[in-house]
Each structure stands twice: as structure tokens, then as C-alpha cells.
């Protein structure tokens, strides 16, 4: 039940060379695929290591489908997941993964909600039909509302509202988006959590709850026509809408202006210097553009032998950190994101010229061909370890298929890495100009009496 | 056809003492009122000076209403109204409004849209058939909506998008407002407006333009009595819906960071220096809280013996212009700006702070006394003067009742602006604390790489 941001670019993991069923047959990560009479979509990949799997169903539907004016429904009904069915009372099942050695939970992001369960092999057919059975099933009474919205409450004051640094990303979010739905924070506005009851809660339910929005992954030591057999009996029983939800959603206006903002409070230990940009997702890029922005992101600001670390860190010591970041399993545009932390007494003013005289410089003389080659690699081959965890696996094809990207864009995604130019680089460097970015400044103390 | 800001309270008028038709028989501004069986509401000015009448419609929903990803709606069906019926096809009553040595026009604000005539008092009666007519008649085909997209279109690229300084006013808007529609521009965002077609517009005719949702407002030389019975006859037979549509809108949350926006282009021939701070209207206000941000903005800002002005221009020189502006009637939050205009070789930065020295200054000190008096009896002065205006008259009643204010208020304005204390003030001040708020600067030239 927790609220994570996207996956980030180098948390996540891909690099199954080539990935589909159909090219590979029993490779590290074979991934056969089926779609269900009733329209749920049904991935399994196979990972024979250890007698485990991980069982998860993820929702085509985010916190950037909240209705207006009830932002947080989709967290909140993430957490409403959990009241119990007629058959399975709240806790019942819990308890009994607990039993099993097992772990559950679930997380809502801007364009999915997804509920997995990590267990032995053998219980995989008890985890299909508890999640086919809160499909549907989900008893939801103002009992069991109104206390857990006071849950969500707390959730949101203690994550959110007693950290600065939460809050300027929060206001960071919403000054990169004026329009799109991607500025309202997935848990929520306080004042709109507030309002939220059982009808919109089962309102949201009955909108998005259907096997035409659901994606079943199912990663592990299994036999995949196996598993396909069991979720067409498990799932397929589950009564579709006959059409899948849609997502509404408005478009971002090209960004005019830029804009910088400033919070100082008390709580603040440790300063911090942010910039955000709109650039394109996956989803919505040019060809070769999300991947050239993901590469940027490697060059700038991925690890120690970063552009921005080893300059602003290592030879300037400005800062104690920097890095970038681009999140680019996303439906619609999405954040491009450089930070750094200021050494004692370095100001932000100075560490933000800094980090642009790094960012002008790379746009003047381009990048080094040796930085590019590097970067190519360990991005490729950070996707490649990340096949060790069968639960990233899981989630990279969980992320990327919800956000509309197809199983073939997965297995291909190293080649379009590797196929990345200096050139495509540097006109992808053109989304960072300042003149229409966010700036944050965390402070920590009050400033001048402004 | 103009998509003006809501009436700024220095352009407005009021000062009905008393102003109810109850309270006040035949005084220079007498009202009387009256609502129809169908639910529109008439409101009747008297005004004897010339034989000339106003005759307006106000429809209770504006650009914040326009659905999701339908930005522009409200004010592109405003331009549409002007395209015909079966029984008075496009431009017959424009004609004859010119014939008749009369004007006619509309135009559309974040909470309002409102159709007028100005026209000699005999022609009171084709007035009222017109628009009786179109509120449920309109006749809207793809010949019609399509061109006049266009023309939507090339109005926001010439008012908008040509200048620099609207722009910078469409992204301060945006800022201030993160998630509720105020912060989207009346005639919509460009890739929005494009979007819009027939059934959009249709869609929004039907759910907004009917009785229940319409104020008529009449001033002039005229017979109250006789026109509400003229309006019982001509507008009491269109059809109602049985209940009035609702306005659904988020609320906007707290603001919790400082926001700086810098838009520097090569067109700017002035710069110049905003500030915006969230704050309530009449309608959200606690009792007297609105009435104090009125009297604020009139000694910050409110003409050349403002504080604003004395300081900066007369005594600094530093600004060639300086004032402040609070948008009272308002259906939502609404806005409080400061602004001025450097005198040359003045840097923004320096403006700025000088600005907030100003304000500072009095947040310390408090208010002169007589300067304190001395606004309130220039704002209640300046009311009583626009009674001059029967078109300003006419407007401060339609976009009053159309931002949920009652007749009562209008009338009780000027004895809430006399109550106004010192104390109100500098309470009121603490909306414009700058850790709050959104600045912005518009440069005439492109600003060295930051």
C-alpha cells in the first residue's frame, strides 16, 4: 500500500534480448503472453532459479484518472482493496500469505495501480483467486470507508505534509504540469482525501475494476501454458464491462515561462537544488527521442562517473551529490529531472550556474564519444543484472504495458539504446533549456523577510 | 465578443445605499426583482437620464466550468450564439440592432458569459424575443462551427500568443492556480480549442443555456413593473430543465511555496513586475476579510496617492507605474496582484525588492490613518460616481449575482467598506506573505544564460 513515483529509468529494468515468446523459447526471461476471452491480458515469465513466484495484477488506471476534484480515489481505493470480500474477509488472506512464508501488498503510481503477491510456486492458484475475487467482490460499507480514509489522512501527513522536500516536489509537480492530471499528487490533496466516501470509492471501482483493464503478470518458477490454463479458469470466469475503461485526460500546453520555487523551513537538514522539465514519454516521443533523453539522463547524471557528478562533486566539490533522471514509462508527457546537493556553505544560486554551465557545455562542444559508448553499456547492462530480481522483471513489463508500450518495444528496447547517437543526445539536451523549466530551491531556513 | 478578465474592483461600481427595491422606492438606482416560474432571475434598474435601456443576459457559467480538456468551450459558444436561429438567422438581429442606432456584443470571464444591447428603450421587447430565442434555439451545423474555430484560433494567436506579456499572464495564472480551472485562459489553450467540434459545443449549449441557469438584468428608462411583465411573457415561456445545471470545480489547495516565473522576449518594449497571491472572494471570504483586501489593494495600489505609487515613482523613481489590483468578485479563491513598471536602468531584482520593502514596511508599521480613511471613501465615492455608467451599473449587479453574491450585499457594500478597521488591513496583508505567492517578470531582452 505504498504511493511510489514511477519507476525511475535506472531502477528499473528491461533487456530481454529479444523477449517474446515467439523469438526465444526457454530463455532466462521467455515471456509467452495470452489475452483472455474477457479481455485481461495474461504475461508469464519464466525465471526457474528458485521454486518462487511473483503474482501480480496491475490496473490500467492511475492517480491521473482521478475524477476532478477527488485526487487520491485511486490510492484510496488501492487501500479499500484490502476490506474483504464475502469470501475473503478482511485479513483472511493476509494472514494466510503470511502463513505461507509469502508477502503481499500494492502500490498506485500517475498510470497504474498494481497488487502482487511474492510465494512459493505452489500457491499461486490460491493468489488468482483471491485477486479474481476482489475484482468483482469488493464489499465496501462506511464502516470500513470512513476509518481507512483517516488512515490515508495520516499516510499523507506524515509522508507528505512533515517533509518539506515532499512538499516542493509536490509544488514542483504541479508548476511542471498546469493542465495534465500528472500535477495533482497521487496520494492526494488533504482537502479533497477529505470528501472522498463509499460512492466514489465504489463509483471508481465499478469504472476501472474489470478483467478489460487488468494485466496479469505472473513471473517465476512456473510451466507457462500452465499458468495460462489456470488464469483462464480463475479469470476468465470474472464477468467483463464488454468494453475497457477509458482514460480522459488533457493534454499539457507547451511550457512559456520559467519558473523557480523557493521553500525554506526549519526542518530542512540537508539543501537541495532541482530542475524538472516536460520532455516526451516513451509513449509520446519521436522515434529514438525517449531513448536518447534516457541516455542523457546516464550521461548527465547516472552514478559517479556522471557529467554532473564528476564536476560539480569531484572536481568543483560544490556539491556532496547530483544526478539526473527520466522517467520514461509513462502514458502521457513526463519529467525530465537534474538535482544537486550543495556542499557546507555552497549557495543554490551558485550550485544552479553550475549545474548550468555543465548542461551549456555539453550543448557547445557535445559529448565525449567514450562517455556515450559507456553510458550505452551500463544502461543495457544495469537491464540485464536486473533479470537477477524476478520482481523488477515483473514490474518493468507490469510498467511498460500500462503505460502503452507492447511487448515487442521491451525485447527491442537494447538495440534502440544502442542505436542512440551523439546527435540524438544533444537535440535531446535542447528539452533542458532553462527558459522553460522548474527550478526548486529546498532551503534550510527561513530566508530574509523577503 | 471579448473575453475580458472579471471586472477589477477599481473598474467596477456599486454604492446602492440602500439598494433594494424593498428598501428604496424610486432613488437613482432603484432595483427591483423577480423570478420567473421556469427559474430565471430579473433584476430592473431604474435610470431616467436618457431614453436608452441595457438589456443583458447572464448565464452562470464560465471558462471554469469548461469540461476536462475542453478549455475555450465557454467562450467558443459564446461567438457561436452569435450564429443564428430558424427564426432570426445570423446577423438579422445585429442588423437591425445597428439599424435601431444600437450596439450588441458579449463576452465571456472564468465564471460568467453574458449576452448585452444597448439600444433605445422602445426596443426593449426585440431584444428580449432575441434572446429568448437563442438560449434554447441556437442552431449549430459543421459549416458554422468549424470557420469560426478558426477564427477563435487566430484570436488567441493575435491577443495571446503574439505578446509576450499575455502569455507571461496565462502561465501566472497557471501558477497560482495548480488545480483549479482558474489557472486555465479563458479562450482555452491552443491544442484544446483545436479540438473543439459541433458536438462539444452542442453538448455544453445543452447543459448550460436555459432559464434556470440565466440572470436578466435590465437598466435604463424604464417601467419596472411593465418589464417584468414583459419578461414573464417573452422569456417565461422558454423551456426550464427543472433544476439548474451545477457548477462542479476542485477547490484549490493551500499554497505552500514561493514561485517565480521569467518570461524574457525579444517583443517586450516595457518590462514590467507581477505579483499574485491567492486569496479569497466575497463569496469564500470570512465576514469583512473581502472588504479588507478591497480597501488593501486601494492603499497599495489604488491610483497616484497610493503606497505603491508614492514610493516607487514619486519618491524612489524607481518604477514609472506601480498598483495593485483584487479581483473580488469571484465565484472561487481569487487573486491579489501587485505590479510595477521599472523607470529605465532598474533591474527587476531591484524593483522587487523595493516592492516588498513597501510592503514590509506597513506590515511593521501599519496603515496611516488617514490614508486608511481616506481609500475608503474614495472606493465608496468611486462606486457612487460609476452609478453614472449604466453599463458599469448593469455590470457590478450581473457579475455580483453571478459569482454567488445576493442583492443585499451589493447593498451593504459600502457600509462594509466603512467598517473596514486598520487592524482588517494588516490582517489581510498576511495573504501577500512572498514564501506564498507567484512573481513574475517580463524582460525585453533574452536574460544571459542562467
Known sequence: MTTPSPLPSSGRSAGLTPGSADAQGASAAAVTTARLDNGMDV?????????????????????ADDPLGKSGIAHFLEHLMFKGTVKNPAGKFSELVSDLGGQENAFTSNDFTAYFQRIGRDHLGVCMAYEAD???????????????????????????????????????????????PYGKPVIGWEHEIETLDRTDAFNYYERFYTPENAILIVAGDVEPDAVIAMAREVYGSVEPFGTAPQRRRPLE???????????????????????????????TAKPGEAEALEVLAHLLGGGQTSLLFRRLVVAERLAVSAGAHYIGTSLDDTRFGLYAVPAPGVSLDRLEAAVEAVVAGVAATGFDKADLARAKTRLIAEAIYA?????????????????GMALEDI???????????????????GYLDARRGVTGFLLSAEPVAA
Chains 1, 2 share one sequence.
Open 387 to 403: 533479470r537477477d530480481s524476478q520482481m523488477l522483471l515483473a514490474n518493468w513489463y507490469g510498467a511498460s504495458l500500462a503505460t
Open 134 to 180: 476482489r475484482m468483482k467482490n469488493l464489499v465496501l460499507s462506511d464502516e470500513v470507508v470512513a476509518p481507512e480514509r483517516n488512515v490515508v489522512l495520516e499516510e499523507r501527513r506524515m509522508r507528505t505534509d512533515a517533509d518539506p522536500g515532499e512538499i516542493l516536489d509536490e509544488a514542483m509537480g504541479a508548476a511542471v504540469y498546469t493542465s495534465h
Open 411 to 429: 525485447a527491442a528496447w537494447p538495440d534502440r539504446i544502442e542505436a542512440v547517437t551523439a546527435a540524438d543526445v544533444v537535440q535531446a539536451l
Open 43 to 63: 504475461v508469464v515469465i519464466a525465471d526457474y532459479r528458485a521454486p518462487v513466484v511473483t503474482h501480480m495484477v496491475w490496473y490500467r488506471n492511475g492517480s
Open 253 to 283: 500546453p507547451r511550457p512559456t515561462t520559467q519558473r523557480m520555487l523557493r521553500l525554506a523551513d526549519e526542518k530542512v537538514e540537508q539543501p537541495r537544488l532541482q530542475r524538472m522539465h516536460l520532455v516526451p514519454s516513451y509513449r
